[in-house]
């Protein structure tokens, strides 16, 4: 009888080869991705043009054998081309339903914030509640479920702010960062005469992807990791570099995404290991920095790090 943990590491090393095979030099950022697939959370990927977020966000789901749909953010994308939207049926005299890009098993939102602030909305109950309520009627959204969207920094030509609710609704945020040399080297040699994904074939199944997720679910959290994952959150919302601190969602994503990177390593326990290597891409998008932060240039990043650092580790029961 195989170790359902034992699958979760065998699986998605063949997902992590996979997408590696796309993005060159990046393991730490993928492996971040598949945590939060398996933690059944969202990704925010946040970076200049160029650096490959979106084809992050497409290599996961093309190793991946369920349905999967790109909606392209724009100003002029309308609520209902996410939910979907009533049509009126000549023949039958009723209105049917007709699903919206959100009704796949991955979802890739590129450049989210190039959408106005009420099209991004549209978002909110589909990525919290995994439905969509349409003319009074919900349709539920099939398991796995996750939304990875994209977006440049804010500062950039033609980009709305993301919300703080939007912003708490996804479990993570990465940035992509300019590649070493070497990797974009290997990139020139390897995709420079085709796009790599078209190679791509998906390593396992949806159905595959339901049973880890249910697999990372039973992975055990002591009391005492619970307790350190709340000295983090709350020490964001007393610390003086910050003016908003973490939510109670975010000790709940945090618990979530540490039980899947425990799987991903082959335990069936939580360390507090899993919890530090989580807190930065967990953490830092729900927080905002004091004005004296911002006048010395403190970046969250670094805020995070110094909690975490200060927060005394829970004791070996």
């Known amino acids: ?24 030099g990046k393991s730490d950022r993928i492996d971040t991705a598949l945590v939060v697939l398996l933690a059944q959370g ?26 999967s749909r790109r909606i392209q953010f724009t100003p002029d994308l309308l609520p209902s081309d996410i939910t979907g939207v009533s ?14 890009g959100i009704f796949a098993n991955i979802v890739v939102g590129d450049e989210i914030n190039r959408a106005s602030p009420k ?41 709305y702010h993301l919300p703080e609710a939007q912003r708490d609704r996804f479990m993570a945020r990465i940035t992509m960062g300019y590649p070493s040399r070497g990797s974009e ?30 697999t990372v679910g ?3 959290a002591a009391p005492a ?25 975010a000790s709940l994503h945090l618990l979530r995404a540490s039980r899947a990177r425990a799987a991903m390593s082959g335990r069936d326990y939580v360390i507090p290991d899993d919890v530090q290597a989580l807190a930065v891409p967990v ?8 004005s004296r932060a911002q006048l010395d240039g403190l970046g969250l990043e670094e805020i995070v790090s110094s909690i975490v650092e200060a927060t005394p580790l829970p004791e070996r029961g």
Do not use: W
Not at 87 to 100: H, I
Not at 193 to 212: F, H, K, W, Y
Not at 235 to 249: I, M, V
């Open 87 to 100: 049509v009126f049926n000549q023949q039958t005299r009723q209105f049917e339903f007709k699903p919206g």
């Open 42 to 67: 969202h990704l925010l990927l946040e970076d200049v043009p160029g650096v490959g977020k979106t084809m992050l966000a497409r290599a996961v789901a093309r190793s991946i054998d369920c349905t």
């Open 1 to 24: 009888m195989s170790d359902p943990v034992q699958d979760v590491v065998e699986v998605m090393d063949r997902v992590r080869a996979a997408v590696s095979s796309v993005i060159e």
């Open 185 to 214: 080297l290997d990139m020139l040699d390897h995709h420079g005469a085709a796009n790599p994904l078209d190679s791509l074939q998906p390593v396992t199944s949806g159905e595959q992807i339901r049973s880890l997720i249910t």
């Open 225 to 249: 990791v619970k307790d350190y994952i709340v000295d983090i959150i709350e020490a964001t919302r007393t610390h003086e570099d910050l003016r908003l601190g973490a939510s109670p969602r």
């Open 283 to 290: 953490l830092t998008h729900r927080l905002m920095p004091s």
């Open 119 to 159: 099209t991004q909305s549209a978002l909110l109950e589909a990525m919290a509640e995994r439905q969509v309520s349409s003319d009074g009627v919900t349709h539920q959204l099939d398991a796995p479920f996750m939304v990875v969207a994209t977006q440049n920094p804010i500062e950039m030509e033609g980009t």
């Open 218 to 220: 039973t992975v055990y």
